[in-house]
């Protein structure tokens, strides 16, 4: 895989404020990229500065290895994007609504436009009028309209809102077509924590303009320290035996026991301290993390997120 995306220590000011602090990261062909961030991180100006809707104050953005300063037609020209919701004419069938976007690419031709039809799936109602698509259909429709000039790089801004649970599984599973079989570079914004940690191979969390951090996924998810709770009885003295086992663990009572972020290896520690102390253990269970849980941990703003 190789940088089709570079970000260079970006920044943006507005009426004198810094909007976004020195963004650096880049994203390659093949994965879909997730980025990640509270209300108000930056992350819809940073995507508006990718796809040229808005100017940068300084650093730089390549595309395939383009300047969007030095080179913008270039490097435009290798982007697809649907930034918040796709804008069809809903009086117009979707065939004929991509026939118009179609003739503003060079090269696209009919057989172009069927292609990508097929690939989004909506072969059998693309002569109906967009006015009778359902918002799963219309998003669909405007993926084919920003893949009709085989771009490089695809930009997605909250592609899944307002979608039921069936939509947003069509998309992601078109995105991840779309990354192995074409090869692409794709960015995704979106809330729905839960579908990003199915959809991304890797995240970017941005948090007031900054980059936090880049990992993938599972690194970033597997990263902390699971949580376990324990069925026991009595569980007042459970508490008790654990917090004298691990004094620098918290440890706290549940409906039907204990439950603390412990490591693997101290469950057989308290484990065999509860056997001596006769009490009784009926069930052990890890609390893996999810992204979401991750997510919380390193931003902190626990109201700013939609949960799935």
Request: charged content about 25%; overall charge negative; some cysteine.
């Amino acid at each position: 895989m190789s940088g089709v995306v570079k970000l260079q220590d970006v920044s943006k000011t507005i009426n004198g404020k810094r909007i976004i602090d020195s963004l650096s990261f880049e994203v390659n062909s093949g994965e879909v990229f997730g980025f990640l961030g509270p209300n108000g991180a930056g992350k819809t100006t940073t995507i508006r500065m990718i796809v040229g809707l808005i100017g940068l104050s300084s650093g730089d953005i390549t595309i395939s290895g383009y300047s969007i300063k030095e080179n913008f037609v270039k490097a435009i020209s290798q982007v697809g994007a649907i930034v918040e919701n796709p804008e069809m004419y809903k009086f117009m069938s979707g065939y004929q609504n991509l026939m118009q976007f179609a003739r503003m690419s060079k090269g696209v031709n009919k057989e172009k436009v069927d292609e990508v039809v097929e690939l989004v799936g909506l072969t059998d109602r693309i002569h109906d009028k967009v006015k009778t698509y359902s918002l799963g259909m219309r998003q669909r429709l405007g993926l084919a309209q920003s893949l009709l000039h085989d771009p490089k790089v695809l930009i997605l801004d909250e592609p899944t809102n307002g979608l039921d649970p069936a939509g947003i599984r069509e998309i992601r599973d078109h995105l991840r077509m779309l990354a192995k079989e074409k090869d692409m570079a794709i960015i995704v914004s979106s809330h729905l924590l839960s579908e990003m940690e199915m959809m991304c191979d890797r995240i970017g969390i941005i948090q007031a303009g900054r980059l936090i951090d880049v990992q993938r996924v599972r690194d970033f998810v597997n990263g902390a320290e699971n949580s376990y709770q324990l069925e026991v009885s009595p569980k007042d003295e459970a508490l008790l035996v654990a917090q004298q086992l691990f004094p620098t663990i918290k440890m706290s009572l549940t409906d039907n026991g204990i439950a603390g972020q412990l490591k693997k290896d101290d469950i057989p520690l308290l484990v065999n301290e509860f056997v001596s102390k006769e009490i009784n253990i009926y069930g052990i269970k890890e609390i893996s993390k999810t992204l979401e849980d991750r997510f919380l941990e390193v931003t902190d703003k626990k109201g700013e997120v939609t949960h799935a």
